[in-house]
């Protein structure tokens, strides 16, 4: 199995800051990817930002220039820096990676239990 487990969540003022990390666990041979999704109420999950695993990155057009996604390959571990955030920001973050867990297996995507940003004054 594979786990991954979000951390760094909370309440923030507008314009504040916050990282998000995600860790993931278990039976791994590769990742190929790593990405952060948000669900806010009432609309669609949205990608926020990916990584693949030559570093390469992606962004919604709503954080660039505000949130920067890194990563930690030796701990299997993706970050999220978010930066000016506003009360448009305020969703549940989930953490999404792209795994093959043996030489012999198909990648796979596995998910997070997600984070909750609240920005709010």
């Known amino acids: 199995q594979v786990q991954l487990v979000e951390s760094g969540g909370g309440l923030v003022q507008p314009g504040g800051s916050l990282r998000l990390s995600c860790a993931a666990s278990?039976?791994?041979?590769?990742?190929?990817?790593m990405g952060w999704y948000r669900q806010a109420p009432g609309k669609q999950r949205e990608l926020v930002a990916l990584?693949?695993?030559?570093?390469?990155?992606n962004y919604a057009d709503s954080v660039k220039g505000r949130f920067t996604i890194s990563k930690d390959n030796a701990k299997n571990t993706v970050y999220l820096q978010m930066n000016s955030l506003n009360p448009d920001d305020t969703a549940d973050y989930c953490c999404?990676?792209?795994?093959?867990?043996?030489?012999?297996?198909?990648?796979?995507?596995?998910w997070g239990q997600g984070t909750q940003v609240t920005v709010s004054s």
């Open positions: 999404d990676a792209d795994v093959r867990r043996t030489p012999c297996t198909n990648q796979r995507d596995y």
């Open positions: 278990g039976s791994i041979f590769s990742i190929n990817a």
């Open positions: 990584i693949d695993s030559g570093g390469s990155t």
